[in-house]
């Protein structure tokens, strides 16, 4: 049986966790360094948070980002600009920030992968002396992967990076 010291560990293994949570880059940048880098990082096409100087907030998907502005999937907050169909095309005079959402990489996956490979390896490893008849201590390694599995997923995807935020910069009037 586990103790309540494990039961602790594993507690505060959790609750530190976000403390190792990536942070959000902030990128200040012009319109056409937005531009590039959205292009270098392969930001197309992926789900946005666009804050207007107004201070208006709404989520769509980023198209691509044109001289005049962004062109996005139209929905009900990009209604008032939709001139081509299905898209929009947000005036960049508007725009304040573009933030994207989700995280970027494989950490997860990963993680969750190697924790069932440990809880599986560890409780093994340590069933190779037990006496014959003690069958209830089969269960460990299935325990030893779900607590592994979950730990390591958890671990992994709090450390993935999380998408970056360009906060766009105006040139300053002659």
């Known amino acids: 049986m586990i103790s309540g010291k494990w039961w602790l560990g594993f507690s505060l293994l959790f ?9 959000m880059e ?20 992926k ?6 100087l107004a201070g208006n907030r709404f989520r769509t998907r980023l198209l691509a ?14 209604r008032s600009w939709s001139d081509r169909g299905d898209q929009a095309l947000v005036p960049r005079e508007q725009i304040r920030s573009v933030r994207f959402l989700g995280r970027k990489g494989h ?27 003690s069958y209830g201590l089969l269960a460990l390694p299935l325990l030893g992967m779900g607590i592994g599995g979950v730990s390591g997923y958890v671990i992994g995807y709090y450390t993935d990076r999380k998408q ?5 910069e105006r040139q300053p009037s002659p």
């Open 26 to 45: 902030v990128i200040r940048t012009s319109w056409g360094g937005f531009g590039e880098q959205t292009v270098a990082r392969k930001l197309l096409k």
């Open 107 to 133: 950490h997860g996956l990963l993680g969750g992968l190697i924790g069932l490979g440990a809880g599986l390896a560890v409780p093994a490893i340590a069933l190779r002396n037990v006496e014959e008849g």
């Open 15 to 23: 609750l530190a966790i976000p403390g190792f949570a990536a942070e």
């Open 65 to 78: 980002v044109e001289e005049q502005g962004l062109l996005v999937d139209k929905n009900k907050a990009t």
């Open 47 to 52: 789900d946005v948070e666009i804050t207007l």
């Open 164 to 168: 970056p935020e360009f906060i766009i």
